[in-house]
């Protein structure tokens, strides 16, 4: 069997190979092809390490902006009785979500909607809803509820991905908010 002429990979001269595997002419043009595939896969390697430290550092800003929110939560909702049952105020209040964080993704950071909850309502009692919903417009005012309300709405159809400028902006605006509180 006759092997056909083939299209050398680095130089793009004709050659006829020695075999059906054969990719290049010459020594010469296989150290090329094999230095310039090793800087392309150097490169794909380099990027899928950039992307995965971005995914872990992604995820270390969204638990840091977490943790500022529900600070921010507690200290805005001190001595605050309990927005589910009333209870009154205790140091190791939750900071619970009307609309939950997992569900309602672009309401995870959403002030109006995280409110100082006690820990039985919030983790034993899933948030105590119903309560809550009587409450939550005599804590915000019903033209704030209504507005949560419809924005649930619109967040029930996406899922929301932070990216981290987001996140970084959020964390801005509950440090600042946080000054105000302590002033």
């Given at each position: ?86 209870a009154q105020w205790k140091e190791d209040f939750d900071a619970g979500h009307f609309y939950s964080a997992g569900k309602f993704t672009s309401l995870k950071f959403d002030t109006d ?71």
């Open positions: 069997m006759k092997i056909r002429k083939k299209r050398c990979k680095q130089c793009n001269i004709q050659f006829t190979p020695f075999n059906s595997l054969q990719k290049v002419c010459s020594v010469g043009c296989a150290i090329e092809l094999t230095k310039q595939i090793k800087k392309e896969n150097d490169a794909t390697i380099d990027l899928l390490v950039k992307k995965k430290k971005e995914r872990v550092a992604l995820g270390t800003i969204l638990g840091y902006t977490k943790t500022k929110v529900h600070q921010y939560i507690r200290l805005r909702d001190k001595y605050k009785p309990c927005i589910s049952c009333g909607n995280i409110h100082g909850q006690c820990i039985q309502c919030n983790r034993f009692n899933e948030g105590n809803f119903e309560n809550y919903s009587l409450n939550l417009p005599n804590r915000i005012g019903v033209a704030n509820y209504n507005k949560l309300v419809k924005r649930a709405k619109n967040s029930i159809k996406t899922i929301k991905k932070y990216n981290i400028e987001e996140l970084k902006e959020i964390q801005n605006e509950i440090k600042r908010k946080t000054k105000f509180l302590q002033i």
